[in-house]
């Protein structure tokens, strides 16, 4: 009986702690998103003391009817793809590289996290200065030092090359977190099996896929999971950078504010989650079985 009585006050208290952070869950998290899905059926006006009108599944078959929509979600895709793949593997390799004793270290360390801490205004602007096409750092090295071209290119004002540049962007910029994700998991690896595996005649890509490998799995699952949903939602970046890009957060931006349609952005958010809940439940179950073999 006592234990009950226990398990009820440690039920009630467990309760009691938890009930500010589920009401903050519930007005910042649940409240908006089912806010969201109502408006997604809506037709809102633009004077806000004007009646709102129920149009059902209009704003989604608007959506997905718009060549717009796809082209946008193709170069999301691509976008996504290309960052977390490189994100990810540059974290791995400069994880693996400073998983060893040298001279500096610790120095070396706060380097190259320094482009994950600044913030993202100032590495922006940065980058927009040094691909400037008047008095940019890039177009000095390469036409007036090396010559590489007599006109200085107009990066930012080409869709090719912006998107380019925005993908760069985003793996400089992020690629320290994947790489204090590995760097932490990698000396946990009991050195022994490295050891064990040069004993065996092991090559380098043995040894990272028998012992490396398995052992950041679950770490490689987490960062390619939580760099997919970030990099699929990026707007902030791209859209300081160039207008040349038009990824599914700029589309969304444009369709809530610049055109006034905020019942067909409500959709278009409403299906982005859709997609990636998809997108990212299908590789983490690859992830998973791949990791398990």
Known sequence: ???????????????????????????????????????????????????????????????????????????????????????????????????????????????????????????????KYMFNNSYGFINFIGGDVLHLWKDAPLWFDNPVSSFVLVVLFAIWRYFPYAFISFLAILQTVDKSLYEAADMDGATVWDKFKIVTLPAIMPVLATVVTLRAIWMFYMFTDVYLLTNKVNILGIYLYQTAFAFNDLGKASAISVILFVIIFVVIMITRKRVNLNGSK
């Open 1 to 127: 009986m006592k234990t009950k009585a226990y398990k009820r006050s440690d039920a009630k208290m467990a309760l009691a702690l938890l009930s500010p952070s589920i009401l903050l869950l519930l007005v910042l998290v649940a409240y908006p998103m089912i806010s969201n899905i109502q408006i997604s059926f809506l037709e809102l006006p633009l004077n806000p003391n004007m009646d709102s009108t129920f149009i059902g599944l209009q704003n989604y078959i608007d959506i997905l009817k718009d060549p717009e929509f796809y082209k946008s979600l193709a170069l999301t895709f691509g976008y996504t793809f290309l960052v977390v793949v490189g994100s990810t593997v540059m974290g791995l390799l400069v994880a693996i590289f400073f998983n060893r004793e040298f001279r500096f270290r610790k120095t070396a360390r706060s380097l190259i996290i320094l482009s994950y801490v600044t913030p993202s205004i100032s590495l922006i602007f940065a980058w």
